[in-house]
């Protein structure tokens, strides 16, 4: 680990089977009851549900949106890698899907990721899940979906006819290897299916994360291999670099040398499991409840 903090450098070697230790507290795993292909509402969309086995409280949820470019759907890849983990943890962990976009342009998949957070604020008692400690997390196509949740919450133009007063907001957002800049992304990515009236630069900093990066957007964990060749990682240290600009608690973890979708080894999807649910307790706390004398 070559610095911690809000900066972090882990090296492959240095990252595996110890994480608990160097994050300064240590996960009692419990038992994981696992949904699969739960609807949301009658939106079209499914999601599959992890949770915690043993909780008397409300614990913290996490929407986790997969990769694909934009054109796969993955979800299920989300169970062993991130679902069964997060439950393990104590935060319910929720395998989402958006329309790719073969299926609808901009902004639909974005209105799906709303569409989720929205109704696991409406589902919060029977997920068990606590309301206001709803975050949103994705890699690739789906960490730049997460992110442009995270930072147009509520936004009139931008939010889905589903569950209509209920808040779009999350507690916190977390980025894996995520596209944050769409205008870095267009010489690598045909993105005109996505932006069918064209791919013009107003269109792509509009659907750009970066392009958010105020000062209320919420507390955000990102993570990036260095040897990214797909996304380069320079890419997200620009939206790290934003948002503390911008005041937001933000932390940045760098996998030295790691490629594109480095997580699907459990080797380093495990730690970032710990990293995850560790940043999500630390900002989205669980209310303290006063106890009368």
Request: charged share 25%; glycine share 8%.
């Amino acid at each position: 680990m070559a610095r911690c903090g809000r900066w972090c450098l882990p090296e492959a070697s240095e990252t595996t089977g110890d994480a608990r230790k160097t994050c300064g507290e240590e996960f009692q795993l419990t038992d994981v009851l696992i949904q699969e292909n739960v609807p949301v509402g009658d939106s079209g969309l499914l999601v599959d549900v992890f949770r915690p086995a043993k909780t008397d409280d409300p614990v913290p949820a996490l929407l986790f949106l997969s990769g694909g470019g934009w054109r796969r759907k993955n979800r299920g890849d989300m169970k062993d890698r991130y679902g069964i983990k997060m439950a393990e943890r104590g935060v319910v962990c929720i395998a989402g899907e958006y329309r790719v976009m073969t299926e609808a342009p901009w902004p639909a998949p974005l209105h799906d990721v709303k569409t989720t957070i929205r109704w696991m604020r409406n589902s919060a008692d029977r997920l068990g899940v606590d309301p206001d400690r709803i975050s949103v997390g994705g890699s690739s196509a789906g960490g730049h979906l997460a992110l442009m949740a995270a930072g147009t919450p509520n936004s009139s133009d931008l939010e889905p006819p589903y569950f209509e007063g209920v808040s779009s907001a999350v507690a916190t957002a977390i980025g894996i290897y995520p596209v944050a800049d769409l205008l870095a992304t267009a010489e690598k990515s045909d993105l005109s299916e996505l932006f069918p009236d064209g791919v013009t630069e107003v269109a792509l900093l509009d659907a750009s994360p970066i392009s958010y990066a105020h000062p209320d957007f919420p507390p955000t964990l990102l993570v990036h291999g260095t040897g990214d060749v797909r996304v380069d990682y320079r890419r997200t240290v620009r939206m790290y670099d934003a948002l503390e600009a911008a005041g937001v608690p933000v932390d940045l973890h760098l996998y030295s040398g790691q490629d594109h979708v480095f997580d699907r080894e459990d080797l380093y999807s495990s730690p970032i499991a710990d990293a995850m649910a560790l940043f999500i307790k630390r900002y989205a706390p669980a209310a303290v409840v006063a106890v009368a004398d």
